[in-house]
């Protein structure tokens, strides 16, 4: 069976890191919706930066909708089959996470917790950005439809965590989904 491993978390959580070493771990191609949308920014010749992903993510929801924005991703990403087993960075609302269990019931979701200092302090080291910039940042709507997740989450990885426990455990759900 083919399983969608979603990873969310508020910005610099370890979400991406996370998503590269379950790819790595289960094989599974990796896909970004930050990256579907970096992709579209660049070939659009427009400047790449947080606040411009956040814009534009943003505003194709609110034209499209959030089964319009589901679809644009998925045409807007021809190099990915999405009806195979994937891992998923960077999902940030739940009503998308929703649709995409419908199409894809095989799923897994996985959310990134880390308190709000190391968070900031890595967004201000990673874009060499002050204390009130990436305040800014966090403050973003984007930021704040990604809490809507926490609570549906299958399993949950905290900088504490053994990350080999986390990839037992998510072997276990996984196999589930089989």
Not at 36 to 57: A, W
Not at 139 to 154: F, I, M
Request: hydrophobic share 35%; aromatic share 8%; glycine share 6%.
């Amino acid at each position: 069976m083919d399983t969608k491993v979603y990873v969310a978390g508020k910005i610099c959580s370890g979400k991406s890191t996370l998503a590269k070493k379950i790819a790595e771990h289960t094989g599974y191609p990796l896909i970004s919706f930050g990256g579907i949308l970096k992709d579209h920014l660049v070939k659009s010749d427009l400047p790449v930066t947080r606040e411009s992903l956040q814009h534009i993510g943003q505003g194709l929801i609110d034209q499209l909708g959030y089964d319009g924005f589901l679809q644009w991703s998925i045409v807007h990403s021809p190099q990915i089959q999405w009806d195979k087993s994937l891992v998923v960075d960077g999902l940030r609302h739940g009503a998308i996470y929703s649709r995409l269990v419908e199409r894809f019931p095989h799923s897994v979701l996985v959310y990134c917790v880390c308190d709000q200092e190391t968070r900031l302090a890595r967004l201000m080291a990673r874009d060499q950005i002050s204390e009130d910039e990436a305040r800014r940042i966090f403050s973003h709507e984007t930021e704040q439809y990604v809490s809507e997740l926490e609570p549906q989450a299958n399993l949950f990885f905290r900088p504490e965590c053994s990350l080999e426990d986390f990839l037992d455990q998510l072997d276990t759900l996984i196999s589930q989904q089989q």
